[in-house]
Each structure stands twice: as C-alpha cells, then as structure tokens.
C-alpha cells in the first residue's frame, strides 16, 4: 500500500526555468511533509518542510504548496539550475505516534539542462 | 565528522551469511533511524530509536532483522542468515529531536550473492 505517490518518474526542465515536483498521498493522518533531494551514492539531504496548518512555505528558489483537500503537495524550483539535477523524496510523517518515522514516496529523478 | 556517518559503505557477501552495519549519529542527536532502499524503489522505514524509548521495530521485515543502539548513540543493524532480496542501500538517519528533520548517512550497499 504505497500511502506516498510520485507518479512521476522523471523530469526534464531547462536551466532558468520552473521545476514542478508533485506528490499525492492517501493517508489523512500525515500533517507534516517534507522534501529531499538525492545525488547518487550519497545519502538524502533535507530540502524543506511544512505543517499542515500551512498552505505554502518558500526557502529561496523552493518553494512548498499543499492542498490538503486534494492531498497533493507539490516543490517548485525557480530558477532551476543544472546543480539541481537529483532524485527528489517527498515524505510524510504521521502525527500522534512515531512522529519521527517518515513514509517516502518512490522518488522523482529531475534532470536540469544547460 | 559532523554529519552521520556510516559503515562499511559498501558491503558484498554470500547467502546465509550474517551481517553488522554501523551508524554513528550526529553528536547530540536523540533520534535515530534506520531505512532502506531496494532496486527503484523509494526509501521504506525499518527502525526507529527516541532517547531511552523502546525502539518502534514495526517496520522490520522480518525476524533476521534487529537492531541495537547503545549508550543512546552508536546503532548497529543485523541482519541474520541473510537472502539475496536483503540486497538494498541502507540508510541511517538522525535528527536532535523526533519532529526536527532527519539527516541522513551516505549508507550502506549491501549486495548478497
């Protein structure tokens, strides 16, 4: 049961342009959710996070959106730069027990071109 | 260091076989978590360590799987009579609090022949 979706594998975006990574999730009880970013043969680095009492949180060129109605987050990287080429994580905590475990979506692998 | 670190990074070995891999947390860091992540798949939870709590085990595959921490910072995951689908990168994480975000080690690749 995969409660934390990419249904995007990959994406192609050119260098100064939007990147827009979307995650869907199906478990209702998830109010925080986090991004991370993956070069290979290294570990995951935490990008940003936001609350579900929030709609939107913004840390330089990312930004954060959720819809909690449609259970849809959503990373937007602007401008992309060819640096930010990686594997992108959502992850979702569940509140109220275990707050720390974190449930990660399959990953999207985001290619930024010169 | 300053971040998580672990090891070996790599780690090749036969079927049956047991195996020790080691995380060292980030100094002060009261939580710490082990993942892994198999062939194309996302990062799936194994085990979890809060202060002096009783670890949440709950995302263990199976009983050849344990883990220890001990003196509330080192970690060591076994894995017993161990099966080619163990094959996978292993991941430690930490973070200085359970609702602080977890910073991850480069983990452990571990391939069973």
């Known amino acids: 049961d995969q409660q934390v979706k990419q249904n995007s594998p990959s994406l192609s975006v050119q260098e100064g342009r939007i990147s827009i990574l979307n995650c869907d999730y199906t478990?209702?009880?998830?109010?925080?959710f986090l991004w991370y970013k993956k070069y290979p043969a290294e570990g995951p680095t935490f990008l940003i996070s936001?609350?579900?009492?929030?709609d939107k949180n913004e840390d330089g060129r990312f930004t954060v959106f959720l819809n909690k109605s449609a259970k849809h987050l959503s990373l937007h990287i602007v401008p992309s730069q060819p640096g930010d080429s990686a594997v992108y994580f959502c992850?979702?905590?569940?509140?109220?027990?275990?707050?720390?475990?974190?449930?990660f979506g399959q990953g999207t692998i985001l290619t930024v071109h010169p | 260091g300053a971040g998580v670190s672990q090891s070996p990074s790599n780690k090749v070995t036969e079927k049956g076989k047991d195996v020790e891999l080691r995380c060292d947390p980030i100094s002060g860091h009261t939580a710490l978590y082990w993942y892994r992540q198999s062939l194309g798949q996302g990062l799936e939870f194994l085990i979890y360590?809060?202060?002096?709590?009783?670890?949440?085990k709950s995302g263990l595959p199976s009983d050849r799987f344990s883990a220890e921490r001990t003196g509330g910072s080192v970690s060591t995951l076994t894995i017993q009579r161990t099966q080619q689908e163990d094959s996978a990168v292993y991941l430690c994480?930490?973070?200085?609090?359970?609702?602080?975000?977890?910073?991850f080690g480069d983990g452990t690749r571990l391939s069973i022949l």
């Open positions: 994480a930490s973070s200085f609090t359970s609702n602080q975000p977890q910073h």
């Open positions: 936001i609350s579900s009492i929030k």
């Open positions: 992850a979702a905590i569940r509140g109220g027990t275990s707050y720390g475990k974190l449930t």
């Open positions: 360590f809060q202060g002096n709590s009783a670890p949440d």
């Open positions: 478990n209702s009880m998830f109010d925080y």
